[in-house]
């Protein structure tokens, strides 16, 4: 049986495919760094739509030996979450992977530029998966305000919403009053009420009040008279631009109200009244100085304003008179709390059917979150979200001369340069690295990146002893003050007389005397942690020093690419054994990855399908294997190593 050890032994560079794959993406797991690994770096979903809903999955694998409880979150971007994942808690055995789903559903018309942060219970700090896509409108009339934002996009709806614009004017037998009160808010045409008997139904939008007539009455002279007496209302006061072209007879800000209430309104800008001196049927309200309409028509005054405001922003003297930043505001508010509806977006298309141009905050308000004013000069808003992966780290218990590292992570979800000033750390047993120290330069992040801090104890912890250092840092953002954040890390020595250290032989493959190049010998503690390494690139033997005394588990990682096996390896196996064993205290794990209870070429044509990318049926938990535990006492342990895997057993590399 020695000589079929030493035989299957050669076929370890090949059979944790799994680990290597992402041993080549992200190097070596050093004492510390993260168990977890994951297949990319990068989920990039291209040009999406706000109508779609795409999904991409990364691969995340626990390298370990002791399950990790993980939490995967999209941190925001812009204020919103356009990627997302319902993947949020699950737990990864040892050497298990799993596919986290992360959707993309963009709200605006920019690049999104966010991550995916995923934690775990145990150390090292958790790991990121930089998430791309561009926001592309599915209504190409706003192709234009592509990934523009401040002042170029406010400019940009500006000329979007004055071409193509046909002023339809007061007279005439097309012109705007009549196209409202006949089409735009007829309830008989725009499919609130179709099978209304009349061809003709209003309702005043202030009050709620209702008339119906026949086409003998449709003009506004009569409509305007008793028993119907409705009129015009601007919602934007003809007082402030009196009968100027094209701003009267925007059908925007046009609205059918009662008479009596049209001249309630009169002039007064828009607000809550908490107070009312005059309170009116349906529900709008006034005191002297502001008129606050019913909930069901706060939604379209707001918009009609705001859109106002940007459509003829050339006419500033007008513009300014009336919108101050208090309205501007509080309209801002009532966009978000009274969201456009079916009849709303109904009325924005018969009234581009009728002069040509669109009301942008019916079809997209969010462009609101990219203007800081809808007056010139608008300045990007102030998105300010500086955010750590953690407040609190434990770096656990550290043999003598052993160093134990964890990565800190800054993210940025604002849309300026996030500063990160005054690192430095007060205490002992703790320094930045990896050039060592108590403080460390200043840097800087980019909106939607993050950047990491390395954290590790120093090399000079007296045995028995527990240190709680503090790691201070500033984040702050252009023109506002930065804020401190302190980060409590402990880190505890071994005790001297603790101490173990393990050495001993490995079995290679004799008949060629070839090492395995770069295979990584890893001891692990109860909680998966890796708490000592060696590569082990030269024959036979390994030295592991400065070890907490205790039961660990020995587990293997290799940078090697995975090549397939063929179905000969998979008959030479089969020869050895059928079932899975314990071997000379070592854990046997064939590839039976069909679970047929059997090893054979089917196997062997699932494993390279599976690593082909051309299934994901299994995964590494179905045939990593690792040494059984082994227990070290104080002092000096030795120990002989010895393997069977599946993988290139023949060493034909043919596959």
């Known amino acids: 049986m020695k000589m079929f050890a030493e035989l299957i032994i050669k076929g370890l560079h090949r059979a944790l495919a799994p680990v290597l794959v992402w041993s080549v993406l992200y190097g070596q797991v050093a004492v510390g760094q993260s168990p977890l690994q994951v297949s990319t770096s990068q989920l990039a979903f291209g040009n999406k739509t706000e109508l779609s809903n795409d999904t991409l999955g990364v691969w995340v694998t626990n390298t370990d030996a002791a399950s990790l409880n993980c939490r995967a979150t999209c941190l925001p971007y812009y204020g919103t979450t356009p990627f997302r994942t319902s993947d949020t808690l699950f737990t990864l055995a040892a050497g298990q992977s799993k596919r986290v789903i992360v959707s993309f559903n963009p709200i605006h018309n920019t690049f999104n530029n966010s991550e995916l942060w995923i934690s775990h219970s145990g150390r090292g700090g958790q790991i990121r998966v ?92 009569t409509l305007n008279n008793a028993p119907y007496s409705m009129n015009t209302e601007h919602t934007w006061p003809q007082s402030f631009m009196g009968s100027v072209e094209p701003m009267q007879s925007d059908m925007h800000h046009l609205f059918i109200t009662d008479g009596g209430l049209n001249s309630a309104r009169g002039n007064k800008p828009f607000g809550w009244v908490p107070n009312p001196t005059l309170t009116y049927t349906g529900g709008s309200k006034a005191n002297s100085i502001w008129f606050e309409p019913r909930d069901a028509h706060k939604g379209p005054v707001s918009r009609a304003i705001l859109y106002f405001a940007l459509r003829h922003a050339a006419n500033s003297a007008v513009i300014q008179s009336f919108l101050d930043t208090a309205q501007q505001r509080m309209l801002r508010e009532w966009v978000k709390l009274f969201p456009s509806d079916s009849v709303a977006i109904r009325r924005n298309n018969d009234i581009q059917s009728a002069q040509g141009n669109r009301n942008a905050l019916v079809d997209y308000p969010q462009f609101l979150d990219r203007l800081s004013t809808v007056l010139p000069t608008s300045a990007p808003p102030n998105i300010r979200d500086a955010r750590l992966s953690e407040n609190s780290i434990t770096l656990g218990v550290v043999g003598a001369g052993s160093i134990r590292s964890h990565d800190l992570w800054v993210f940025n979800g604002g849309n300026q340069i996030l500063q990160v000033n005054g690192l430095s750390i007060s205490g002992n047993g703790l320094e930045f690295g990896p050039n060592g120290g108590s403080s460390m330069a200043n840097f800087s992040v980019a909106p939607g990146e993050s950047a990491n801090i390395t954290l590790r104890n120093n090399a000079t912890l007296t045995p028995g002893s527990t240190y709680n250092a503090i790691c201070s840092l500033s984040l702050g953002y252009p023109g506002q003050a930065s804020t401190l954040y302190t980060v409590p890390v402990q880190v505890t020595a071994a005790p001297a007389a603790n101490q173990s250290s393990l050495s001993g032989a490995l079995k290679y493959d004799n008949t060629a005397l070839s090492p395995m190049i770069g295979v990584t010998l890893r001891l692990v503690d109860g909680q998966g942690q890796a708490v000592a390494n060696v590569v082990t690139d030269a024959l036979g033997n390994f030295n592991l020093s400065n070890i907490p005394s205790g039961t660990y588990t020995l587990d293997w990682l290799n940078p090697l690419a995975w090549g397939g096996v063929g179905a000969n390896d998979a008959l030479l196996i089969n020869r050895a054994f059928s079932s899975l064993t314990v071997l000379n205290g070592v854990k046997i794990k064939a590839a039976d990855v069909n679970l047929s209870q059997s090893i054979n070429s089917s196997d062997a044509l699932q494993v390279s399908r599976r690593f082909a990318g051309l299934i994901s049926t299994f995964s590494a938990g179905n045939w990593v294997y690792s040494q059984a535990s082994v227990t070290l006492s104080p002092g000096h342990n030795t120990i002989t190593i010895s393997a069977l895997c599946t993988g290139d057993v023949n060493a034909s590399r043919a596959f």
């Not at 400019?155 to 614009?165: E, H, I, N, V």
């Not at 007279?171 to 609130?192: E, I």
Request: net charge positive; with cysteine; glycine share 10%.
């Open 130 to 221: 930089d998430l791309t896509g561009q926001g592309v409108y599915s209504n190409t009339y706003y192709s234009s305000t592509q990934n523009l934002e401040g002042e170029p996009l406010r400019q940009a709806l500006a000329t979007r919403l004055s071409s193509p614009y046909t002023s339809l004017g007061y007279s005439g037998t097309n012109n705007a009053r009549l196209r409202m009160f006949g089409t735009a808010d007829n309830w008989k045409v725009n499919g609130r009420e179709p099978s209304h008997a009349n061809p003709y139904k209003n309702e005043c939008v202030y009050s709620g009040r209702t008339i119906s007539y026949t086409s003998a009455d449709f003009n506004t002279g």
